[in-house]
């Protein structure tokens, strides 16, 4: 089946940084999502890129199908940043989601 | 918030018993799908609900098992609850088309197996 990486596995950053968030693929597919993992458990939706570039505020994502990668940028990161990152894709229409292992961002004041 | 919600948020269960999880899914979306998070590791999908019926399924055993109603909520059932079961137990919501969509999650149910 298909493989996701992410990287890095951690990161530390200070307040104010800016930040890549790396997630490689293995296969073709049909769907990328990236989720922010808060500290209570909440999944949020950040960005839905199978292909092309993305921004949302101080949040963008780029995913280079043809490569089977995509970033996830953080600019200017808050405290508020902290949590997991999570890359997830979709292949062969058998719908379901294929995630990685995560980033573990920590944002320090 | 997501317009994604999930009952209850906090269950602690012994073994061998049986666990119903509630999920209301988002405004005009028609599909939910169900995932399990262990302590530090990533979601793995269970199954999804479509048209009330199971519409994909992960590598779960039968004793996991699932209801999608005509509001399209669903209920995620476990039954003989092992120790392993412990978990974060996701519902996500979205609107079927060429794939799976774009997922919402709820909050999530923290399951705790005695």
């Known amino acids: 089946g298909i493989q996701v990486e992410q990287s890095p596995p951690d990161l530390i950053l200070q307040e104010g940084a800016n930040s890549t968030l790396r997630c490689n693929f293995s296969?073709?597919?049909?769907?990328l999502q990236w989720f922010h993992q808060n500290p209570w458990g909440q999944l949020i939706n950040l960005f839905y890129i199978p292909s092309g570039t993305k921004q949302n505020g101080r949040l963008s994502a780029t995913t280079v199908a043809t490569e089977r990668y995509s970033l996830l940028y953080i600019s200017s990161s808050q405290t508020t940043d902290s949590g997991v990152y999570f890359c997830?894709?979709?292949?062969?229409?058998?719908?379901?989601?294929?995630w990685g292992a995560g980033t573990k961002l920590i944002i320090k004041p | 918030e997501t317009g994604v919600t999930q009952s209850p948020t906090h269950l602690i269960k012994t073994r061998g018993q049986q666990v119903t999880l509630r999920c209301s899914s988002q405004s005009g979306h028609n599909t939910v799908s169900w995932y399990q998070q262990a302590l530090g590791q990533g979601p793995q999908f269970i199954f999804q609900y479509y048209r009330e019926e199971e519409n994909g399924r992960g590598n779960f055993p039968p004793r996991f098992s699932g209801l999608q109603f005509p509001n399209y909520s669903s209920e995620l059932n476990v039954n003989a609850l092992e120790l392993d079961d412990s978990a974060l137990y996701l519902c996500?919501?979205?609107?079927?088309?060429?794939?799976?969509?774009?997922?919402?999650f709820g909050e999530g149910s923290r399951l705790t197996v005695l």
């Open positions: 997830a894709v979709e292949a062969d229409s058998n719908y379901q989601l294929i």
């Open positions: 996500a919501s979205s609107l079927m088309g060429l794939g799976t969509g774009e997922l919402f």
């Open positions: 296969d073709s597919v049909n769907n």
